[in-house]
């Protein structure tokens, strides 16, 4: 395993795995004559990314499978965007590679003496085999398939053309890690979001014209065909922000990407497009809760992206925006009677961000009957059993003692009872 271990350094394309530490740390227990210390420490941190990851198995495999499917090198960002030809230079040279990353598959585990080698050949983390359910790593099955290849189905080269297609289809580095992203002003770059809002498309109660519309507008993006940015608009708690985020759940193996950004990171905008630009998955850009006071001139940055701007857009990338206000920047009376002399003027101007949306949705709020459909269905899915009189009598309680109906209140109220209270507000 030392010379396997060796051969490491003859990498050309996958030369990143050679910067990290847990194959510095292998590399190291392979020329050791004897375990030591470094191999408890090892297996250690090992143990640990298990349990973070909740990938079951054996760990030191599934380990480097990670490495090697979220590795960002020149074949597999460019594999990202387009098939690399079998016939290529650069799919020649990840032959070469995937020659020596078989090796050290097939005998990373054999590093480890016999007792540490019982636990993380097959480890169960804590939290059950949570690889099903996590994006980042749910795809190691995959990997595993490629690399392994028990039944002996692929050739060094079928074995390239297929770990191509791979990266395509679930792309390289923080596209293959993560399905949402954020804008670290800090660190001026674009991170991942560790842990996402699952929602799913069927948790929002109603709206299916509006989900309709957004599925619609989203497929065409995915599949190339014209599409638009889309405003979303209705009052608080309707499903607006749910909406956008379960789309981008719903379509994640298709390689859409949530990036989500606020409004004090505006005038990084050009900076982020930049960025996105270059990556090969479509991207919703989704800002939350957008609106402006008169003094913020921010709105100005955002409108001349959208549409007036010398730079354009990039194809990859379409705006999904959430508001409580229909136009977006505040508007006053003195606006339509007050002194300036071209007050239209001023209306157009403060209007023309909302129209650069292409489509805008609208989610009111919804009518008593529709309030209690949303209460028994989010009722039934978290096993409240009351009858049908019972929940509408306490939910009737509930929507008075509160700020109106929406689908955000009718969800506090059933995770109340589902707490244990019998009825907040007992006659």
Request: hydrophobic share 40%.
């Amino acid at each position: 395993m030392a010379a396997i271990c060796t051969e490491l350094n003859q990498l050309l394309v996958f030369r990143n795995l050679l910067g990290d530490d847990v194959v510095n740390g292998l590399q190291a227990l392979a020329e050791a004559d004897t375990a030591d210390d470094n191999e408890y420490a090892l297996a250690a941190i090992l143990i640990e990314w298990a349990e973070a990851t909740g990938v079951a198995g054996n760990i030191p495999e599934n380990y480097v499978l990670g490495l090697i499917g979220c590795d960002s090198n020149i074949f597999s960002s460019t594999a990202e965007k387009l098939a690399v030809k079998a016939e290529s230079s650069l799919q020649q040279a990840v032959v070469h590679d995937i020659a020596i990353l078989k090796k050290l598959l097939a005998g990373v585990s054999t590093l480890f003496s016999a007792d540490v080698r019982a636990i993380i050949a097959d480890y169960r983390p804590l939290t059950g085999d949570a690889a099903r359910k996590s994006r980042n790593f749910r795809n190691l099955a995959v990997l595993r398939d490629l690399f392994f290849d028990v039944e002996n189905k692929y050739s060094p080269q079928a074995l390239a053309a297929a770990l191509a297609r791979y990266y395509h289809h679930y792309g390289c580095g923080k596209l293959a890690g993560y399905s949402a992203f954020k804008w670290d002003s800090r660190e001026r770059e674009i991170v991942g979001i560790e842990h996402t809002d699952p929602v799913q498309l069927s948790d929002i109660i109603g709206y299916d014209y509006q989900k309709n519309e957004l599925i619609r507008n989203t497929e065409a993006f995915i599949q190339g065909r014209p599409a638009n940015n889309v405003l979303l608009v209705g009052a608080r708690g309707t499903g607006k922000s749910s909406s956008v985020k379960a789309v981008a759940n719903h379509y994640f193996e298709e390689g859409l990407r949530l990036i989500e950004i606020a409004k004090s990171d505006f005038e990084c905008i050009p900076e982020i497009m930049s960025v996105l630009r270059q990556w090969g998955k479509k991207c919703i850009l989704f800002i939350d809760d957008l609106s402006f006071e008169e003094f913020e001139a921010e709105y100005k940055v955002l409108k001349s992206l959208i549409d007036g701007g010398m730079e354009i857009r990039p194809d990859n990338v379409l705006i999904y925006a959430t508001s409580n206000r229909r136009n977006l920047i505040k508007e006053t009376w003195d606006d339509r009677s007050g002194d300036e002399l071209h007050r239209q003027d001023t209306i157009n101007e403060k209007i023309s961000l909302a129209d650069r949306f292409g489509i805008t949705l609208f989610y009111p709020l919804p009518n008593q009957e529709e309030y209690f459909k949303i209460v028994e269905d989010i009722a039934l899915r978290n096993g409240i059993r009351l009858t049908g009189d019972e929940l509408r009598t306490k939910a009737l309680r509930w929507e008075m003692s509160h700020s109106g109906r929406s689908g955000r209140l009718a969800k506090q109220f059933i995770d109340y009872l589902a707490g244990g209270s019998s009825d907040p507000y007992p006659e």
